[in-house]
DNA sequence: TAGATTGTTAATCGATTAACAATC
DNA sequence: TAGATTGTTAATCGATTAACAATC
């Protein structure tokens, strides 16, 4: 197990430690060298409470008075959320989102790089996309073997996602991104993590309407 | 308040009971009448009991021993979303992710429309995407009023995103979709969602180390 | 030193699950 | 009818918050 990670971290702190370290990061930016529970919690909406028991998951010790100190703090939270490692991963989906993940320079910024772009569709296979070229889903098994690609991202139409998803899961696949409205069902040994743009939009107009005033009108 | 939603539903449910919408409208497709909770259970990996709970929080009743019926659910399901209005939104960033946003087709089978599309480049000023073209910082608040937008999605480097975030919601925006690493904080009549894929990667990679064997091997 | 901030325990709060009477 | 499935109550489980001694 990873250095600075303690046995097993429930899933809803570890989305919060993804925002401590996004913070941490923001303010070593900005020549910050020391952060404490109530600044983290005060930006980021929560109690410092709830920080501070967050951060006791993590192998990494404040100091009275002072806080924690971000260099150490950011560097513990990048080895507990896999941040310091490269991470090596393909897209299934050459539309026009798989394509923006490509384009994408964010991820390599982060030391994540998309090895390869497939798609079913002959019309797309041969593309260039960046530095990529769109490949068929017939070579996608052994491309993933003999590349030791770690993650899938499956950025198809919900009707293709599970087909997709099996596929990766057979080739050897160790994580799955999930970007369909589709539910995956995949081995234990293979997680998978959902982010749908859909889905978050619905949980939006969901708030939206909740703010509207009884009287039905507009604003 | 809308038809077919009692008070206030708890986020946990609210993210649920988007997955449930998917499923029956899939099952739908499929020529499907009838959904039970042992269904919805184990497609989507919860208990039945769950299933129920959850849609308990919603006005519509399933038939003991058929379960419910699929457009009722669905329709009430949709009501409750918002996903039964034809939302009106901007994307303020033109990079890959926001024109990939206002080319995909998703949305619009949805009812959910891109309005315009903004850029502070004045490079990017100008340039077509789509049946848009992308737009000057300058006209955002104008703009937003004149066609009542409902949503703003912020798909701005992290640097900028608070900045992007406080002009929407000056100019008079009703919630946020936040797809940038930047925590938003805004007045509580503006909700925001988070559908962040780097924050999304970093749980996947969290969770694929822990299941690295204590040897520390490759798979 | 005085007092601000940590780490941790215990209490509270909320979400999930189990159980079962009601029902079609 | 018999029995499968609902809606709901109560029990369990987990997550958040409050409180405070320890400490720098």
Request: glycine share 10%; hydrophobic share 45%.
């Given at each position: 197990m990873p250095?600075g990670?303690?046995?097993?971290?429930?899933p809803?702190v570890v989305?919060?430690?993804?925002?401590?370290m996004?913070h941490v990061?923001q303010?070593q930016?900005e020549g910050?060298?020391w952060?404490?529970?109530v600044?983290l919690?005060?930006?980021?909406?929560?109690?410092?409470?709830t920080?501070r028991?967050?951060?006791?998951?993590v192998?990494?010790?404040?100091?009275?008075?002072?806080g924690?100190e971000?260099e150490g703090l950011?560097?513990?939270?990048?080895g507990?959320?896999?941040?310091?490692?490269a991470?090596r991963?393909?897209?299934?989906?050459?539309?026009?989102?798989g394509?923006a993940?490509?384009l994408h320079?964010e991820f390599?910024r982060?030391?994540?790089?998309?090895y390869?772009i497939?798609d079913?569709d002959?019309?797309?296979?041969?593309?260039k996309?960046?530095?990529?070229?769109?490949?068929?889903?017939?070579?996608l098994p052994?491309?993933?073997?003999?590349?030791?690609v770690?993650?899938?991202?499956?950025?198809?139409?919900?009707?293709?996602?599970?087909r997709?998803a099996?596929?990766?899961?057979?080739?050897?696949?160790?994580?799955?991104?999930?970007?369909?409205?589709?539910?995956?069902?995949?081995?234990?040994?293979v997680p998978?993590v959902?982010s749908?743009?859909?889905a978050s939009?619905l949980q939006?107009t969901h708030?939206i309407q909740?703010?509207?005033p009884?009287?039905g009108?507009?604003?």
């Amino acid at each position: 197990m990873p250095y600075g990670m303690k046995s097993k971290i429930p899933p809803s702190v570890v989305k919060r430690l993804t925002k401590y370290m996004a913070h941490v990061q923001q303010r070593q930016n900005e020549g910050v060298e020391w952060v404490s529970s109530v600044e983290l919690a005060e930006t980021l909406g929560l109690t410092s409470s709830t920080v501070r028991q967050d951060l006791s998951h993590v192998d990494f010790f404040g100091v009275s008075r002072r806080g924690y100190e971000a260099e150490g703090l950011r560097r513990v939270l990048a080895g507990v959320l896999g941040a310091d490692k490269a991470w090596r991963m393909v897209v299934v989906g050459a539309g026009h989102l798989g394509q923006a993940l490509v384009l994408h320079d964010e991820f390599s910024r982060r030391g994540m790089k998309i090895y390869g772009i497939f798609d079913k569709d002959p019309k797309k296979v041969g593309m260039k996309v960046g530095k990529l070229v769109v490949r068929s889903m017939d070579g996608l098994p052994a491309f993933v073997g003999q590349n030791e690609v770690d993650i899938g991202i499956v950025a198809v139409p919900a009707e293709a996602a599970h087909r997709v998803a099996d596929l990766l899961i057979a080739s050897g696949i160790r994580g799955l991104l999930n970007l369909s409205l589709t539910h995956i069902v995949a081995p234990r040994h293979v997680p998978v993590v959902d982010s749908r743009i859909i889905a978050s939009l619905l949980q939006l107009t969901h708030a939206i309407q909740q703010h509207v005033p009884a009287s039905g009108g507009k604003r």
